[in-house]
C-alpha cells in the first residue's frame, strides 16, 4: 500500500472510530432518556392509581362514618310506635344527605319507614338477608321507592336481637356518580365491591367483572368498613410504552445534541494528531541517522537524520506515512523540534569535527515568519555544536511556501540549504536560482535508473553535469549498487547516500559503524574503471 493511502486509511480508521463512539454515545442517550421517561411515567401511573383508590376510600369511608352515629340514636326507638317516632326519621334522612331512607324494624317486619311512614312487610320480602343477627352491609336493589336502583344497605341489629333493628339505605349510585367515575387512559373501571356483589359506575350493580387482556386490578379496601374499591385498566409499564413514541422527538433532539457535543468533545483526542502528540509526551519517535560518503575517498561526510515511531498502539509506522500526516495536521514543526532536542541530547555519538555535517529534514512551514531560526536559536545553538548544519527541504509542495528572507538569515547563521528529492518537484529550476541552495540531493529514483534503459537515466546525467556547471554539490540519494556508486564516483557526484553504505541507525550505532569503516574500508569502488558516462 502507498504511505499516502496508509495514511489516509489511518485518517479514516480515526474518523470511523469516532464516529462509532459517538452514534454509540447518541443511542445510549437515547435509550437513557427514553428510558427514565418510561420508569417516571410508570410510576406516575402506579401513583395515579393508587391515589385514586385511596381517595375513594376514605370519602367512602367519611361518608359513612354520620350513619354509625345516627344508628346509636335510632336503636332505642325500635319497638317504639311509628307515629311517635316518624317525624324523627325522617329528620334524621334528611340530615343525612347520603341516605335515602332510614326504617325501623320489628321481629322481622318492617313497621316504620322514613319515607312511607307506617308500613307492615316482613323485612325478608324486601332484603333476602334480613333480618339478621349480626350488623351488615351489602349491595343491593331498592325495592321499594326507586325499584331496582342499587343501594347499599345498613343493617344494625338491636342488642340481644336478631330479628329486629334499624335498616339505613343508603344512595349509592348517587355516591358513585360522584366518586367512582372512570379516569381513562389510567382507570377504565371502577368497582365498589360489598361481600361480593359489585357497583360499576354507569352500570349499576354487576355480576361480570372486567375483563381484558392487558387489564391489570388494584384494589383498595376500607379499613373500616366492609368494602372495598376495585380499579381496572392497563397496566402502568404497558401505558409508558404507549406513551414513548411522543417523547421520541425531544428524545432524538437530545441524542443528536449529545451525540453532537462528543464530536466536538473528540475532536482532539481521538485524532492522529493526538496520536502524534502522544508520541512526543511518550518519547516514542527516535532519531535515527543515515551517513552520507565522499565520492571521491569514501569518507563518511556526515550524516541524515530520519525519524522512526515505534508506536505502540498501532505499531511500527513509517516516516512516509506520518511525516505527510503530521504536515497536513500542522505538528510537522513540534516534530522537527523534537529531533533537534534529542539529536542535541545525543550529539557526542558525532564525530567533533567541523569537517562532519549533519542534515536535518525541514517542512517549508516551519519557515514562516522565521520560527526555525527561533528553534535553532532555542534548541540547537545553546549546546555550541561544532558540526555545520544543513536543513533538507523537500521539493515535494514545500518550496513555493519558503520566505527566501529566512533562507538569507539562516545563512547568515552559518546554516547550509540544501533540496530534497531533487527532480521529483514541478519546478525545481526556478528554485536554483531563487534559494541558491548548497546542496541539491538528487532523489534516489534517479540512481536506481542507472544502467537502465530509463528516460530517467538520461535525467540523471543531466541533473549531474547541471549541479557540476551551477557548482552546487551534489548528494546522490539511494545508492544500493556498487555499479550504482561507481557510475556516480566516474561523472563526479562528490557524496553518496543509500544502504550500499548504511541503513539508517540509531545515533549510538553510528560510532561503532565509523570504527568499522575506518578499520574495513571495503572496495574502493570509486576507483574502479567503468564504461565511460554517456555525457
Ligand atoms: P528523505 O528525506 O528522502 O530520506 C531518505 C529516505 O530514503 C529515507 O527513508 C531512507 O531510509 C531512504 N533510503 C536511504 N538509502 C536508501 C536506499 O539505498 N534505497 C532506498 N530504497 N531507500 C533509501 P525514510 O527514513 O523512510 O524517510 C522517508 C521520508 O520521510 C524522508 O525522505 C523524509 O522526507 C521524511 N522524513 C524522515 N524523517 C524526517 C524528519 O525528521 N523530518 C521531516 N520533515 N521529514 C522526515
Ligand atoms: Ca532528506
Ligand atoms: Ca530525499
Known amino acids: ?33 427514553l428510558g427514565i421517561r418510561y420508569f417516571s411515567d410508570r410510576k406516575q401511573y402506579q401513583r395515579d392509581t393508587t391515589r385514586y383508590a385511596a381517595h375513594a376510600v376514605e370519602t367512602l369511608d367519611e361518608l359513612l362514618v354520620p350513619l354509625d352515629a345516627a344508628r346509636a340514636a335510632l336503636l332505642p326507638l325500635v319497638g317504639m310506635p311509628c307515629q311517635q317516632v316518624h317525624r324523627q326519621l325522617r329528620e334524621m334522612a334528611a340530615s343525612l344527605q347520603t341516605v335515602r331512607s332510614i326504617a325501623l324494624i320489628n321481629d322481622g317486619t318492617l313497621y316504620c319507614s322514613s319515607i312511607f311512614g307506617e308500613r307492615n312487610v316482613p323485612v325478608h320480602q324486601l332484603q333476602p338477608h334480613l333480618p339478621a343477627p349480626t350488623p351488615l352491609m351489602r349491595l343491593s336493589r331498592d325495592r321499594s321507592l326507586i325499584k331496582g336502583s342499587p343501594v347499599l344497605i345498613v343493617w344494625t341489629p338491636a342488642i340481644d336481637n336478631g330479628t329486629s333493628g334499624v335498616l339505613q339505605s343508603v344512595n349509592i349510585e348517587f355516591i358513585s356518580g360522584l366518586l367512582l367515575n372512570p379516569d381513562p387512559p389510567v382507570i377504565e ?65 437530545l441524542s443528536l445534541l449529545i451525540g453532537y457535543i462528543a464530536w466536538l468533545a473528540t475532536a ?33 561526510t556526515g550524516v541524515e537524520l530520519l525519524l522512526r515511531w515505534n508506536n505502540p498502539r498501532l505499531g511500527p509506522i513509517a516516516p512516509d506515512v506520518f511525516i505527510p500526516l503530521a504536515e497536513q495536521l500542522r ?113 534516489k529514483r534517479f540512481t536506481a535508473a542507472i544502467g537502465t534503459d530509463a528516460v530517467n537515466s538520461t535525467v540523471t546525467d543531466i541533473i549531474i553535469a547541471m549541479a557540476r556547471r551551477l557548482k552546487i554539490e551534489l548528494v546522490a540519494e539511494g545508492v544500493e ?44 569502488f570509486w576507483r574502479r574503471r567503468l564504461p565511460a558516462p554517456m555525457i
Open 189 to 253: 373501571h371502577v368497582l365498589f365491591d360489598v361481600a361480593g356483589t359489585h357497583l360499576e359506575y354507569g352500570r349499576g350493580l354487576v355480576e361480570a367483572l372486567p375483563t381484558g387482556d392487558n387489564l391489570t386490578r388494584y384494589e383498595k379496601s376500607s379499613s373500616r368498613y366492609p368494602f372495598s374499591v376495585t380499579l381496572y385498566g392497563p397496566s402502568p409499564g404497558a401505558l409508558a410504552l404507549k406513551n414513548l413514541p411522543s417523547q421520541l422527538p425531544l428524545a432524538v433532539l
Open 481 to 524: 549498487t556498487e555499479e550504482q556508486a561507481a557510475y556516480l564516483c566516474r561523472l563526479g557526484v562528490p557524496v553518496l547516500q543509500g544502504y550500499l553504505f548504511a541503513h539508517p541507525m540509531p545515533l549510538e550505532a553510528l560510532p561503532q559503524w565509523l570504527e568499522q569503516r575506518r578499520a574495513h574500508p571495503g572496495t574502493p
Open 331 to 443: 505538528l510537522i514543526n513540534a516534530l522537527t523540534r523534537y529531533v533537534l532536542i534529542k539529536t542535541v541530547e545525543q550529539r557526542h555519538f558525532f564525530p567533533d569535527s567541523a569537517d562532519f555535517h549533519i542534515g536535518v529534514n525541514i517542512a517549508a512551514s516551519h519557515f514562516h515568519q522565521g520560527v526555525i531560526i527561533d528553534d535553532l536559536k532555542r534548541y540547537w545553538y545553546p549546546s555550541r555544536p561544532v558540526q555545520p548544519l544543513f536543513l533538507e527541504l523537500t521539493e515535494r509542495d514545500a518550496l513555493p511556501e519558503v520566505d527566501y528572507r529566512v533562507a538569507h538569515d539562516l545563512r547568515q547563521l552559518g546554516v547550509k540549504l540544501a533540496i530534497d528529492d531533487f527532480g521529483t518537484g514541478q519546478s525545481s529550476l526556478s528554485y536554483l536560482e531563487t534559494l541558491s541552495p548548497d546542496v541539491l540531493k538528487m532523489d
Open 268 to 300: 482532539r483526542r481521538m485524532s492522529f494528531s493526538w496520536e502524534i502528540n502522544l508520541g512526543i509526551a511518550n518519547n516514542e519517535f527516535e532519531v535515527y541517522c543515515q551517513p552520507l560518503v565522499s565520492g571521491k575517498t569514501g569518507e563518511c
Open 1 to 33: 500500500m502507498k504511505p499516502m493511502q496508509k495514511a489516509q486509511r489511518i485518517i479514516r480508521a480515526y474518523r470511523r472510530r469516532r464516529l462509532i463512539l459517538c452514534v454509540v454515545l447518541a443511542l445510549l442517550a437515547l435509550i437513557l432518556t
